[in-house]
């Protein structure tokens, strides 16, 4: 079970951090990232990581700009987000997908069984 919060309204150029909490031990086990979908699209990968955390995937929209990072402390992930523009507007998700023998992470959203219920952004000009 995974639990998102931290979705807020700001203007562009403001930041937020979206944190996911699991309900069991992801860390060595599970890849974990950050989705986000907006209407009529499918989701798109923003950040993940892999079950020993190493070197994160971002999307080119957000280098540069997000941090992804495991929360240890509470088995889950978050997102730091500055420099927020209008199009990163979208519903975040947060994602797990087991990895427990390793192997990389699924690039794309299908390939990721565990989803959180999302976390509304809205960024304005």
């Known amino acids: 079970h995974l639990s998102e919060s931290g979705g807020d309204s700001v203007q562009a150029g403001g930041s937020l951090t979206l944190s996911c909490v699991a309900s069991e031990n992801t860390y060595g086990r599970y890849c974990m990232g950050w989705f986000r979908q907006v209407p009529s699209k499918g989701r798109e990968a923003v950040a993940t990581?892999?079950?020993?955390?190493?070197?994160?995937y971002y999307a080119d929209s957000v280098k540069g700009r997000f941090t992804v990072s495991r929360d240890y402390a509470k088995d889950g992930l978050l997102l730091q987000m500055n420099d927020l523009q209008p199009n990163d507007t979208a519903m975040y998700y947060c994602?797990?997908?087991?990895?427990?023998?390793?192997?990389?992470?699924?690039?794309?959203?299908?390939?990721?069984?565990?989803w959180g219920q999302g976390t509304p952004v809205t960024v304005s000009s």
């Open positions: 994602a797990a997908e087991e990895r427990f023998y390793g192997g990389a992470c699924p690039s794309d959203a299908s390939g990721w069984r565990f």
């Open positions: 990581v892999g079950r020993l955390a190493g070197s994160p």
